[in-house]
């Protein structure tokens, strides 16, 4: 279980690369890239497949449960302000339209926020 637990925490890993990525790709456009919500979602099913993993009691964890409920709520919004970015961006040009900056600020704050959480409150 141990391996498989690796697994999706490298695509936890992937995920938020690619949305904190796509978000810093994209500071000086008014737009957001759309593989934003994918990389968001990513790392949701994912980081759930794991606490799922955790909860079972198939692999050691070092995570405290309030940490893991945290990083899980903010994942969910980030996920959905990713998919109501994709949709503003999709009226625009070639979906890439602009987006309202309090929504792509909030998805680039929030994945910082739990990524803090994840490297810094055990």
């Known amino acids: 279980m141990d391996f498989l637990f690796d697994v999706f925490a490298f695509l936890h890993f992937v995920g ?3 949305v904190l990525g796509g978000y810093l ?4 456009t008014p737009g957001l890239y ?3 919500f994918h990389g968001a979602a990513t790392a949701l ?3 759930v ?5 955790i909860e079972g009691d198939a ?3 070092y995570f405290h449960r309030g940490t893991l409920i945290a990083k899980l709520v903010i994942a969910a919004v980030i996920t959905v302000l990713a998919f109501v970015a994709r949709r ?12 309202v900056p309090w929504v792509k600020h909030a998805i680039g704050g929030l994945t910082i926020v739990n990524i803090v959480l994840a490297v810094f409150v055990h």
């Open 45 to 47: 099913v994912s980081g």
């Open 16 to 18: 938020w690369a690619i």
């Open 25 to 28: 790709a994209s500071m000086r």
């Open 88 to 99: 503003q961006g999709a009226k625009g040009d070639n979906g890439t339209g602009a987006v």
């Open 34 to 36: 759309r593989g934003v």
């Open 59 to 61: 692999v050691g964890s």
């Open 49 to 53: 497949v794991m606490m799922g993993l």
